[in-house]
């Protein structure tokens, strides 16, 4: 990791977990401002998108149809930050997909661990368990605003934590014959 | 490919270009246990981490993809089971793209020839490692080993292609349970993801196993050829990887002075050609129990199944100062020889998806 990334890194770090304490604290009136994130988070989605078609993708065969997602995307980010009332039913289905899929992947390499008798198993298991519980209380709670903002507050936080511990983080990618 | 190639097959090779049968077994061992060597089995028997040969599904799945985990996935993945063919080819695009591309895999590059040569003089644990990647690069040509969807990622025209020619629709599906279908011609593969670094865009995911079966014929429209299809003989390429195996083990023993691209040992393998072709050819996922028989006919002695718990039984009952010394402790040495002959290659071609390399970074100064 660059010197760079590593500053930037720390700070969107730090900014993230700040945000997710506020977050916490005003739970209310915090649900628009989650819910501009994710519309931002869209639109950003879309430009990223723009700009792997015109590096990688318009070599590929059948790359073009990468444009034409970038497009939508790139709307579809526009439309929803212009919307005055997003439904929350959306977003907890939104957080219900990310957790159980996390739950699941995690739960899958602690049964493969057990297998080759490696004893990181119960920590995957426990994480794994735990994401899948999390998906669940956003099924169960889909219309608590509370809980939305919540656990996407928990997610931000611990996504934060993860940045800055990877901006202090020995790069080890050196090897010597 | 599969253990029926990366341990029967060359067991077989090996014993044709002369080793003994304990040594072929050594060889054959060594060449399989490159499919094993992951990072879980490493940190459970205290082995040095940097000499993972491979990375298990769901290691994969928790891999980051980041710049610093593809690095770390590409040095594994481009090192021993898709040694990139050209790291100087010139094509059209920008850098992002150019240093993708130049990781496609095939047959008779510089670097096999620099794999070889690398286990000259060395262990035979070196030897099979050598054979492992050497035997990849024929079943994997056309796929690279980074994750990217710009390269590996494949589409709907997968044709499997018969004796006469014919084409029959290959379908692929994400069913890993019900597993291949020969009959039907379904196959399972990697999801689609329209991520440019998912991990399942690593090496030919996206291809199902299709490469792996040595009876393959196909034709399929690679992400980067440009709608022009590629053919892929599998049998015929499958054979020739087996003869030049034969030919690189007979240098590694000194019978051949010098190793060079594109030779082969037909003229040993010729009276077994036949034979050699007829397994290659069968319609079936796991030809070890013709390879089995074949290597039984060849030496008279009975090949013992792989067992992975070999190496680490071993590594674990050594004491700490004479674990360099077990087999075990020669494979990860040899293992960490290659991978850095693999990344410094890269690095000095200007291409850093393999990462950096202080060697050639404190030549170059």
Known sequence: MTAVKRVSSFFAGLFMVYTAILFTLAPDDALSLVMFFMSLALLFTGIRMFFYYFTLARHKTGGLAVLYRAAVIFDAGLFAIDLPDFPLVYVMIYLAAIHAVAGIAAILKALESKRLEAPSWKLNLVHGIGSTSIALLCLFYSKSVRIAVYIYSAGLFYSGIIRIIQAFRKTQNIYVQ | ?365
């Open chain 2, 1 to 365: 490919m599969q253990k029926d190639f990366h341990y029967y097959a060359t067991y077989c090779a090996a014993y044709l270009a002369g080793f003994s049968h304990e040594e072929s077994l050594a060889v054959c061992y060594s060449a399989q246990f490159v499919d094993e060597c992951s990072l879980t089995l490493l940190k459970k028997i205290g082995a040095p981490q940097n000499a993972a040969t491979t990375q298990l599904q769901m290691e994969l799945m928790n891999a980051r993809t980041d710049l610093i985990g593809r690095q770390n996935i590409t040095r594994i993945w481009s090192s021993f089971h898709f040694l990139p063919v050209d790291l100087y080819v010139h094509i059209k695009g920008g850098r992002l793209y150019r240093d993708r591309y130049r990781l496609i895999c095939g047959p008779n590059g510089e670097l096999v020839e620099e794999t070889v040569k690398l286990a000259k003089n060395s262990s035979l644990q070196a030897v099979g490692i050598a054979m492992h990647v050497l035997a990849d690069t024929w079943a994997h040509r056309c796929f690279a080993g980074t994750p990217s969807l710009v390269i590996n990622d494949t589409n709907a025209d997968f044709y499997e292609v018969d004796s006469e020619n014919n084409r029959k629709r290959i379908y692929f599906y994400e069913n890993i349970k019900a597993g291949d279908n020969i009959e039907a011609g379904k196959y399972i593969r990697t999801v689609y993801h329209t991520d440019e670094n998912s991990i399942m865009n690593l090496g030919h995911g996206r291809a199902g196993h299709l490469p792996d079966y040595s009876f393959m014929r196909y034709v399929y429209m690679p992400a980067w050829g440009n709608y022009e299809e590629v053919f892929k003989d599998n049998p015929a390429e499958y054979y020739k990887a087996f003869s030049q195996m034969v030919y690189a083990m007979r240098y590694l023993r000194g019978e051949v002075p010098q190793f060079a691209k594109k030779r082969y040992a037909d003229d040993i393998i010729e009276p077994y050609e036949a034979k050699i072709r007829g397994i290659l050819s069968r319609r079936q996922l796991d030809a070890c129990k013709d390879w089995e028989n074949f290597g039984t006919e060849l030496s008279g002695r009975e090949i013992p199944p792989f067992d992975i718990r070999s190496f680490q039984t071993e590594y674990l009952n050594a004491p700490p100062d004479k674990k360099a010394e077990t087999d075990a402790g020669r494979f990860f040495a040899a293992a960490e020889t290659q991978k850095g002959m693999v990344t410094d290659s890269i690095y000095a071609s200007g291409n850093l998806l393999a990462g950096f390399s202080k060697r050639v970074r404190g030549e170059a100064k």
